[in-house]
């Protein structure tokens, strides 16, 4: 009978901290209960301590462990607890990780770099065993597919997107028969543009003009349109801002932007809200926590992961260990 835990409050599916137990119910649907039964704390100098009450419940079950790792510092303690869960004779362990923060550090252009990237999927790599074989690890919208590969096989990354849920918002728009998608760059447009081959592309590039990088429309046509700009992830904001002012010269009528992960540091955020450019929709979704508080701020609109990763967990593997 499986089991499964949440770390931090994301917020993604629950407000409350604990395990989740993943069990039979009628008819032999499977169920998932949380259990509030994993405790933290920290030492006087700071060090966590951290305790699952009732440990022995664990034994057998299939786990399911729910992280953020939104800043560098909790990515100890939640390691800690990755780290110890397989070491109690669970049965199958399924990490979600929704936002993978050092994605963007994957490569090196000069010497002297570090692969971050690299680094953080090493970290994830070393998680022991479970009794039926090497953890799972669920990962939306990674910033490039081939990060899978800086992963050993002794763990299973699991690369989900979450484009379904942008469909489903640009197929309900009252004008869905004028909306385009724009990609701020050539990296952007080859992740995502067969997930929306249903609606016109149109590829933005930076070209340098002396000092500056500017901005400019490399093929699509946005004039007439309601021009959907999307991405994997947004941080200071001005890629996409400049991306909506050359969108908006070339014609665009309304425009919209859809990241997965909005990091936005230093509330970069506020950039959107009343500034040169106005939007019309701005969806970003739950894989990092403090989107929930900036969802409170037109135009901004929040678009839950849960479903998808319910779908994930009661897919084929699990739904197959219960018969």
């Known amino acids: 009978m499986p089991l499964a835990l949440h770390t931090r409050p994301i917020e993604l599916t629950t407000k409350k901290k604990g395990l989740f137990y993943l069990q039979k119910g009628a008819r032999n649907y499977r169920l998932v209960e949380l259990h509030s039964n994993l405790k933290w704390d920290s030492f006087a100098d700071g060090w966590p301590n951290i305790f699952i009450e009732n440990v022995k419940e664990i034994a057998g079950r299939d786990v399911i462990l729910l992280v953020s790792f939104d800043s560098p ?60 074989g090497p953890a799972q690890i669920f990962i939306f919208d990674i910033h490039t597919l081939q990060e899978r590969f800086y992963f050993t096989d002794q763990v299973i990354p699991r690369l989900l997107t979450a484009m379904p849920l942008l469909l489903t918002e640009l197929r309900s728009l009252s004008d869905s028969h004028y909306v385009s998608v724009a990609f701020p760059d050539d990296g952007a447009h080859k992740r995502f543009s067969s997930e929306l081959c249903s609606f016109p592309t149109i590829t933005c590039i930076k070209v340098r003009t002396g000092a500056k990088r500017v901005i400019s429309i490399k093929e699509g046509v946005a004039e007439g349109r309601h021009v959907v700009i999307v991405d994997d992830l947004v941080q200071t904001g001005g890629t996409l801002l400049e991306c909506a002012k050359a969108l908006k010269a070339a014609g665009a009528i309304n425009l919209s932007i859809f990241i997965t992960h909005g990091v936005f540091p230093a509330e970069s955020w506020r950039k959107f809200i009343n500034g040169e450019v106005t939007f019309e929709n701005i969806w970003i979704t739950d894989s990092i926590p403090h989107c929930l508080e900036i969802a409170k701020h037109k135009p901004f609109k929040l678009l839950t992961l849960s479903q998808m990763i319910a779908d994930s967990l009661l897919g084929y593997d699990l739904v197959s260990e219960s018969q």
């Open 73 to 132: 510092s909790v990515i100890f303690e939640q390691l800690a607890v990755i780290y110890s869960l397989p070491r109690y004779l669970i049965r199958s362990f399924r990490i979600i990780l929704p936002y993978f923060p050092t994605a963007t550090m994957e490569r090196v252009d000069r010497e002297g770099q570090i692969v971050t990237a690299k680094t953080l999927a090493t970290m994830l790599s070393v998680v022991p065993l479970a009794a039926r």
